[in-house]
């Protein structure tokens, strides 16, 4: 990042320790690090509005312990939240941060090795006492052995300051320490620039009802952070960031989970049908859940289950009678649902499975990301037993993703596996919300007993599927269930052939998809030395890769699955069009076996289960690696 | 509604040929739901095409096959998830759930309770014979301790369920019994669960006379039934026999409520307990769900019937409320709920 001016190249170099001056830079990242109670995510989250707002590309990154409160002050209760902001287009939250804010050691010690060489260190000096450091596991104060010497470091009476700021407010002493953060988001505004009338109007936002006796001492922290910055003149230099130039529209701040929700809200307006969501709550997709539970006034109904069997059992209750029957977990659950969606496979039902995916096996990391879950939809359950796979590519994405998801779960009378990601599911940035009314309506008839009886395993000749007849439908009653069917008839039959005949017709269905499945597109030159290859949230990471690598005149192209059974009609003929091919995976190389398997193709892989998503570097040092070993071998 | 067709049983009769073992008590199930089912839908001005039966696994649970009405046979003890789902989002469709001691208590326990506490409005129906049929003689959660099997040759150590008790525990508003043979006893538990809004759950003793022949004859047998089971009829003194000379009387014994038989002859005609279906004290529905042979007649009929909201009831009126307060849902509208900014 920054590789073009980044905050400490500059303020390295400048002592005039006055604020006056303004250095503009590219983009900022920035991290904001603390004990879990310290409201870091909500500092992030409002910081992150206000760069987007304030008219720059913003991409972010939250990671949070799994514990709700871990111990204070200790490494596993520290949350951080990242941001990079930027006058060009991003595709990430950034490798390494520009500026660090670490509200305890225990933040410190956990971040700082991230933190950019020659970058900007702000701490909470009075949260270094001897207590804090060995609670964090330091012997020695790391302010004083030398270890933080590569920094420009800004050691700040933090929590002092603000609490002698709100001294006289009527805040209890526990209410005065929680300003801390937006004490310290006041330093940061200051430090970027940022007008504080919008972050005052947000936190009106947050503190309304119940707690609006805390919008003023919080706005009185906030100003009190900026005034401290602007008086100690401890900051050699601030920071400007362009605006970004996006295409013109109306915009907000989009992350995953939300962007899912409100998806398949509008593939209910788009196919006409209620959508019926039922889930069992489970980090990272609980969110999908809350969001859509608001929305009873759009006549969607939710339902928290007993457990992840019964959510899906009541998404595929909801399917039979005709609505949109949603089920929505991460990895655990889709192994709970498994039985009932191999019903929904052999029901013909359509059924969407939105799998938020997480660091496994078992419960595994919670609140990490991780993109292993794909072989689990693929082919995750007992039998020869399909299932439509579609994955959005970045937070935004996930609304397209859920839309085409019961798109394609209806058209083909079939299940359909939504894959986000932990990191997908929170992260944000900005989205150009579509007008709903221009969202391609797709129309499934449902047939009517007028024109005499409909067998219930007919076929619609282009799709393969089956009419979606519900109860209610008069002289079309009829049977269904896990037996194996017979086709057309829908009765039970134990016949070989037809047994045969059925497993095959169910795998058809789903491959025939293909053709209401748009073509992969390249990213780069149609062809070249090297493809990379991605699905899901890795979309960032690998354009920001390649677009380096295509700078430096490398013959690098990039493209991403966003359907991942079936793929694409034209995949052989984009892998095709390249001499070497990287698959860059948070797993141990899932897509890779499976093109590899499909198109006999050899790929190569770079895979990565940290539960951390993919840094830009890693990427593109791997294409450097591949491309300068051809050249080697080319050579040799 | 405004006209509602007139069924006859024949019109709920599948033409799916019935596959039970012969001498199976689900046959004379099946037969009287079918000839029902008429009333039913005479009763509760509801049509065939609305009505819906969903099952589990197990014998019993193929029962949607052999109903000429739309049938879901699901997957191991999750009928009553699926038919949750439907309910809840075609709340003008009547549900019913078959299911077997196997799948309703072992696999499927999770979602029975659960069912019922939501007091989702499903009639559930749930075949009791207390032993595992279709994977041919093992025991079931509602075998008898010592009992022998393929799986417990030496005699199972497990304490049986008693549905009756699982089914208060866990609110359900509607609780009955019947015997698979009594055809119209049954008929009447069918058709006022039918009626009931809420969740009903009906055990059905039911004879599996290949794996566990003659596990109800003690009472259920024709000559046993006057002098081994008392039918409890709403308001009226609890008595049996051939002249219903003995009666059930409640006394406090060690501090616990306790039922005991007396002839009805011997005592103050006002001591003799009088039912009451409708209770809200769950008490007493439990205590006769815990009488048993061979110190008590069996206990058949309505046990409780409350009236609660049912969870399909209120989440409609969610809906409706959600509307009214904020009109209906506009997601260009709801896009914008956060801060936007516009780029030219």
């Not at chain 1, 409100?262 to 980090?283: E, N, Q």
């Not at chain 1, 057309?488 to 045969?500: F, L, Q, R």
């Not at chain 1, 748009?518 to 062809?527: C, K, N």
């Not at chain 2, 052999?66 to 699926?82: E, K, L, W």
Request: one cysteine or more; a negative charge; hydrophobic letters at 40%.
């Amino acid at each position: 990042m920054s590789s073009d001016g980044g905050v400490q190249t500059d303020a390295v170099n400048s002592s005039s320790g006055g604020g006056d001056g303004f250095t503009e830079v590219d983009n900022v990242i920035i991290r904001f690090a603390g004990d879990s109670g310290d409201g870091m995510q909500v500092t992030g989250a409002m910081f992150s509005d206000n760069s987007a707002f304030v008219g720059h590309d913003i991409s972010t990154l939250p990671d949070f312990p799994a514990e709700i409160r871990a111990p204070a002050g200790t490494l596993p209760g520290v949350s951080s939240f990242q941001l990079n902001f930027s006058s060009f287009d991003i595709h990430t939250p950034g490798d390494q941060p520009d500026v660090l804010v670490a509200l305890n050691p225990a933040a410190l010690k956990v971040n700082l090795r991230d933190l950019k060489p020659g970058g900007v260190l702000i701490l909470n000096q009075d949260a270094f006492k001897d207590m804090d450091m060995k609670k964090a596991g330091y012997t020695e104060d790391p302010r004083e052995d030398g270890s933080l010497s590569g920094y420009q470091v800004f050691d700040l009476p933090i929590t002092s300051v603000c609490l002698a700021a709100v001294e006289n407010t009527d805040l209890t002493k526990k209410q005065a320490m929680l300003t801390k953060n937006m004490f310290t988001l006041g330093i940061v505004c200051w430090l970027f620039d940022r007008p504080l009338d919008l972050i005052e109007k947000r936190i009106e936002k947050v503190f309304s009802g119940r707690k609006a006796a805390l919008a003023d001492p919080n706005k009185l922290a906030l100003n009190a952070g900026f005034n401290f910055a602007d008086t100690i003149e401890a900051f050699a230099s601030r920071y400007t960031v362009g605006k970004v130039d996006l295409p013109p529209g109306e915009y907000r701040r989009m992350t995953g989970n939300e962007a899912t929700a409100m998806g398949f809200v509008a593939a209910s307006i788009a196919i006409g049908r209620p959508l019926f969501y039922a889930s069992y709550p489970i980090t990272p997709a609980s969110d999908i859940l809350h969001e859509l539970s608001k929305l009873r006034h759009f006549g969607v109904k939710t339902a928290q289950a007993e457990d992840e069997i019964a959510a899906a059992g009541m998404a595929i209750g909801a399917a039979y009678g005709g609505a949109l029957g949603l089920t929505g977990t991460s990895g655990p659950g889709v192994a709970l649902k498994s039985e009932a969606i191999g019903l929904a496979v052999v029901a013909e039902l359509p059924m969407v499975i939105a799998n938020v995916q997480r660091g496994g096996p078992s419960t595994g990391l919670p609140t990490k990301t991780e993109q292993a879950d794909l072989l689990q939809a693929i082919t995750g359950r007992n039998g020869e037993c399909p299932a439509i796979v579609v994955a959005p590519a970045t937070p935004g994405d996930c609304f397209n993703m859920a839309v085409e998801a019961f798109r394609l779960a209806v058209t083909y009378m079939t299940p359909v596996f939504f894959l986000s990601d932990g990191y997908l599911a929170n992260g944000s940035e900005p989205w150009l919300i579509p007008d709903i009314n221009k969202i391609e309506k797709t129309d499934i008839p449902m047939p009517s007993g007028e024109n005499g009886y409909i067998p219930p395993y007919s076929r619609d000749p282009k799709t393969q599927a089956r009419p979606w007849i519900v109860p209610g439908t008069a002289g079309l009653e009829h049977q269904i269930g896990g037996l194996e069917k017979e086709n057309i008839t829908g009765k039970v039959s134990y016949d070989a052939e037809n047994h045969e005949l059925m497993t095959k017709l169910r795998v058809s269905k789903v491959d025939g998809a293909v053709q209401s499945i748009p073509d992969l597109e390249v990213h780069g030159d149609e062809e070249g030395d090297l493809l990379v290859l991605g699905w899901g949230g890795t979309l960032g990471a690998i354009r920001h890769a390649v677009d380096n690598a295509r700078a430096k005149g490398y013959s690098v192209s990039c493209t991403h699955l966003r359907y991942l059974n079936p793929f694409p009609g034209n995949t052989a003929e984009v892998l095709g069009k390249f001499k070497q091919v990287l698959v860059p995976e948070l797993n141990l190389g899932q897509l890779r076996m499976l093109l590899r398997a499909k198109y006999l193709v050899d790929i190569e892989g770079l895979n990565k289960v940290q539960g951390q998503p993919f840094k830009t570097v890693e990427i593109e040092n791997k294409i450097y690696e591949m491309l300068e070993q051809t050249v080697r071998k080319v050579a040799g | 509604m405004s006209e509602v067709a007139e069924y006859t049983r024949k019109d709920f009769a599948a033409e799916q040929e019935v596959r039970w073992c012969p001498g199976c008590g689900d046959y004379s199930i099946l037969a009287q739901v079918q000839r029902v089912m008429p009333e039913i839908c005479a009763e509760t001005n509801q049509t065939k095409e609305n009505i819906v039966f969903i099952s589990g696994i197990g014998c019993s649970s193929r029962f949607p096959y052999y109903m000429n009405t739309f049938g879901f046979h699901t997957i191991h003890g999750r009928a009553p998830t699926i038919a949750s789902g439907l309910k809840l989002s075609r709340p003008e469709l009547q549900v019913w759930v078959v299911t077997g001691d196997g799948d309703a208590l072992s696999i499927g326990g999770n979602h029975l309770i659960h069912a019922l506490r939501r007091n989702v409005d499903l009639k559930i129906l749930l075949f009791n014979n207390r032993i595992y049929g279709l994977t041919k003689g093992q025991y079931s959660p509602t075998s008898e301790v010592g009992k022998k099997t393929k799986s417990s040759p030496l005699g199972s150590l497990e304490r049986p369920l008693n549905p009756l008790h699982v089914a208060i525990a866990s609110e359900a508003t509607f609780i009955a019994r019947a015997i698979a043979t009594e055809g119209t006893q049954m008929r009447d538990v069918l058709l006022q669960a039918a009626k009931h809004k809420g969740s009903a759950i009906i055990e059905i003793f039911q004879n599996c006379n290949v794996f566990n022949d003659a596990a109800f004859d003690a009472f259920a047998a024709k000559k046993n039934q006057t002098e081994h089971t008392v039918f409890l009829r709403h308001g009226e003194p609890v008595k049996f026999g051939k002249d219903n000379e003995k009666g059930i009387c409640i006394r406090s014994e060690h501090g616990a409520l306790e039922p005991y038989v007396v002839n009805v002859a011997d005592v103050d005609q006002s001591s003799i307990l009088v039912h009451d279906e409708q209770s809200p004290n769950a008490a007493l529905a439990y205590l006769l769900a815990q009488m048993d042979m061979p110190e008590f007649p069996v206990p058949l009929g309505v046990f409780r019937n409350i009236k609660r909201p049912s969870y399909d009831e209120l989440l409609d009126q969610q809906v409706v409320t959600a509307i009214k307060d904020r009109g209906a849902g506009d997601l260009n509208e709801h896009m914008r709920s956060a801060e936007t900014w516009t780029v030219s």
